[in-house]
């Protein structure tokens, strides 16, 4: 049974320039987090979704990020007109129906933006 | 969720059991207690989780004492590949809610 996919694992992108970072959920899956860490400091908690519906967003800056998770396809988290703050390790998890709290990371995305 | 207080960091020899303490003294009584590690740069692990009981698996052993207001994991026999950084959550079990990771405990497992 494969992981938690993230792709791309290292992005880089200028100011202005728009960032898609993608998440396949482990097969059985329904239920995605996102979390985002920046340097040197811990992981912190953006959205919660299930198929084709956005469950808690609370963690999710107000402008420029947005999360999906269509009901084929991978979740997408995405983030337009990046800035140099945005500069992170993006890291998604995925749990089964009934299970919330045991959650299986990805390997993340590494964004840099220049 | 309650709070939890772990200590920044830990040393263990390899071969030798590492325990990790954790302080909860505010769980409720449907909150339960998780175990997460990162090593550098990963993506956090699922380790062990409990109720009231305590809980052991292929990873880790989880011990929690009769009043819930502190855990213990302990990993039996810690190898240089558990140096990492652990962190403790207490949650209710829920369909799905964001955990919310403190600074955790760093473990440095020593040749």
């Known amino acids: 049974n494969a992981g938690v996919m993230q792709n791309p694992r290292h992005l880089v992108r200028r100011r202005g320039q728009e960032a898609r970072l993608r998440c396949s959920p482990m097969?059985?899956?329904?239920?995605v987090y996102w979390y985002r860490q920046l340097p040197e400091e811990g992981l912190k908690f953006m959205v919660y979704l299930q198929k084709e519906n956005i469950i808690d967003e609370s963690g999710m800056p107000k402008e420029r990020f947005s999360a999906e998770f269509p009901k084929e396809g991978p979740s997408i988290l995405r983030i337009q007109q990046v800035v140099r703050g945005d500069s992170a390790a993006y890291f998604c998890?995925?749990?089964?129906?009934?299970?919330?709290?045991?959650?299986?990371f990805g390997p993340g995305t590494r964004l840099t933006v220049t | 969720d309650a709070k939890t207080t772990q200590p920044p960091s830990m040393d263990c020899a390899e071969g030798r059991a590492a325990n990790l303490p954790c302080n909860h003294s505010?769980?409720?009584?449907?909150?339960?207690v998780y175990w997460y590690r990162q090593i550098h740069s990963q993506g956090p692990q699922y380790i062990i989780h409990g109720l009231k009981n305590n809980e052991t698996n292929e990873m880790a052993s989880l011990i929690i004492t009769e009043d819930r207001k502190s855990s213990t994991l302990i990993l039996p026999h810690a190898t240089l590949r558990d140096t990492a950084v652990y962190y403790c959550?207490?949650?209710?079990?829920?369909?799905?809610?964001?955990?919310?990771f403190g600074p955790g405990t760093r473990l440095s497992v020593l040749p």
């Open positions: 998890a995925s749990s089964p129906p009934s299970k919330g709290g045991e959650q299986y």
């Open positions: 959550i207490v949650r209710v079990e829920n369909y799905g809610q964001n955990f919310v």
């Open positions: 097969k059985g899956h329904s239920h």
């Open positions: 505010t769980i409720s009584g449907n909150e339960y």
